[in-house]
């Protein structure tokens, strides 16, 4: 299983709505900050790929020491869903990419929801945990 | 047998299945919805622009859900890239999720090329309103061109959406035209990736 994994969704002008880390791991307290860092340069290299394939998934985008980021990007073009992560299981995170995808059009569905705002429910922090101790 | 037909009752929202849900809403209920909406609206302005953009807006945000939801149910999860992938997404996915049927037809504006329309012979949402006549071009249905421009602007495509009135000779009440004008951006975008 994957030791370390960061898991991001960043939302209109780069801001992040919701972040986890999911890996099993123990956490080193400075590797959060150099995760989020990580994931920002890689959101240059997300826009220009992502007028060139009508796809969601984009795997392996970019690659920091042994580290690579994978990102899927929803309709919604403003809502990327980006995770930093050392295992090759790619099958393995294409369906955790689509499950979280479903948790946020569900919350997005809600009226009062504000696009662009900050997730900020227990029960989908614990949804998005549990599906990664699955897939990941 | 006990239990048979009945839903299963999710404790949060997180939990319901995103299936396809109930295809058909009743009218009225609309139409009286959409009645309270303006009238509100209606006493909270001074303005017919002020009337008109407030309607956008709550068009604006149904555009947004409406995109994902529909991407996710509609089209497995491929996103439009092109103009004319998302202009005919519109004219006929979403239209008829929303109204039941595509739209009357799409045209490209002869004078700019940036311009795009999609047109109705009635808008549903007009179907129920008459404009008085001090009222000059209001037109309800600046509430669908939010739909559209909520639609368009989430994904990628920054619009400006209005809707107007076209006189028909030989029909009494005229037709409905949404008029798409894209960014500068969008167009520079197309033709670069050609």
């Known amino acids: 299983m994957a030791s370390t994994a960061c898991f991001m969704i960043v939302s209109k002008n780069d801001i992040p709505i919701y972040e986890a880390e999911v890996g099993a791991a123990p956490r080193k307290e400075e590797a959060a900050h150099q995760h989020q860092f990580i994931l920002h340069a890689a959101l240059d290299i997300v826009q220009d790929l992502a007028w060139t394939t009508s796809a969601m998934f984009l795997k392996g985008i970019d690659r920091f020491n042994d580290l690579v980021v994978s990102v899927y990007v929803t309709a919604g073009l403003h809502t990327r869903l980006m995770l930093l992560h050392d295992s090759r299981n790619d099958d393995g995170i294409k369906s955790f990419f689509q499950e979280v995808h479903e948790l946020y059009i569900k919350t997005l569905l809600n009226p009062l929801y504000l696009p662009g705002s900050r997730i900020t429910s227990s029960h989908f922090d614990t949804k998005v945990r549990a599906l990664a101790r699955k897939y990941l | ?194």
């Open chain 2, 1 to 194: 047998m006990i239990g048979v037909g009945k839903m299963k009752l999710y404790s949060n929202v997180l939990d319901r299945p995103l299936s396809k849900g109930k295809q058909e809403v009743s009218l009225s209920a609309f139409a009286f919805l959409f009645s309270e909406m303006v009238q509100y609206n209606q006493t909270q302005v001074d303005n017919i622009a002020e009337l008109e953009r407030r309607l956008e807006d709550a068009g604006y945000a149904v555009g947004a859900r409406v995109l994902e939801l529909l991407c996710h149910r509609e089209k497995g999860n491929r996103r439009e890239t092109r103009l004319l992938g998302i202009l005919s997404f519109v004219h006929s996915t979403v239209w008829k999720v929303l109204f039941g049927k595509v739209a009357d037809s799409l045209e490209k504006g002869t004078e700019h090329e940036d311009e795009y329309m999609i047109s109705e012979k009635e808008l549903l949402v007009n179907r129920f309103i008459s404009i008085p006549k001090d009222m000059g071009t209001f037109n309800c249905g600046a509430f669908v061109a939010g739909i559209v421009r909520g639609v368009l602007d989430n994904a990628g495509f920054p619009a400006v959406v209005t809707a107007h009135f076209v006189p028909v000779e030989g029909q009494q009440r005229p037709r409905t035209t949404i008029l798409i004008k894209f960014a500068e951006e969008v167009l520079r975008r197309e033709a670069r990736l050609g």
